[in-house]
């Protein structure tokens, strides 16, 4: 059976906004939307789902109701974010809202104080193949038999079997993993002193009980409790949806090419038929 993509969308409008360079037609900005449909393309063909899910993060967040700071070295600067950032936000939002839906890509999922990552987390279960487009290594915990990842910056797919080789760990104990050590990226703290690597050589019983580094572990227990809704998916509330069937519309695409001057993506129309039809 075909899988079920499921896209972090976010963070592919992201990759496209450093990769693609300031492009702009008739004075609006356009790079982040050109470069997220070119790699939905290429994804799309690489992978041939069955069906797509676009998950998107809110612009608010109900962890930061148990961490306050959480994320918040993301922030641009003190004055808020800059005109790059606002033409990349309102890009995002185009997406979103009106490109991918005109494209007939039904399943744009946000839910108001959750994360794309939660939205993704709802979507995998032993019941469906399922194919996770990211690089977002928070997303490891989601792995299992019928749950892999295709890294985006690495080009190929990483699956269960190749965590628990690379890890010596089950990807459910990747949670472990992030509550232990905390997680930089989403400027969460961990216990003082206590890495990734540490943290899995704890949990494979690999740390020898009188050494100081177990001991500042089994002090942590309060962080460690407090970080388990920061790094767990999905977060408490999250809301699974009705999958509905896309139906692609190439003559949208067509129209969308002229909109922004995406001259070169008409060259393959027949193909993007071929993967989204």
Known sequence: MKPLLVIDCNYLAHRARFTTGPLSYKGQPTGVIFGFLN??????????????IFTWD?????????????KMNRKQNDEGPDQEMLDAFHQFALLRKEILPGLGFKNNW???????DDL????????RSAVIASSDDDLLQLLSKQTCIYNLGRKEYYTKDKFVNEYG?????????KKIAGCSGDNVP????????????????ELNPDTKTYQKIEQGRKIIERNEDLVSLPFPGTKGRLILPNVFDVGSLKSVCR????TKMTNNLDDWKVVFE
């Open 58 to 70: 809110s612009r608010k967040s109900k962890r930061r109701r148990i961490l306050p700071e959480y």
């Open 39 to 52: 790699q939905l393309f290429s994804i799309g063909k690489e992978v041939m789902p069955e069906n797509i």
């Open 169 to 177: 760990i089950k990807p459910k104990q990747w949670i472990e993993v």
């Open 259 to 262: 909109q922004f001057g995406f």
């Open 110 to 116: 946000m839910q108001p104080g959750y994360e794309a």
């Open 120 to 127: 993704i987390a709802v979507c995998c279960s032993p019941e």
């Open 190 to 205: 961990g216990v003082p002193g206590v890495g990734e690597k540490t943290a899995i050589k704890y949990l494979r019983g």
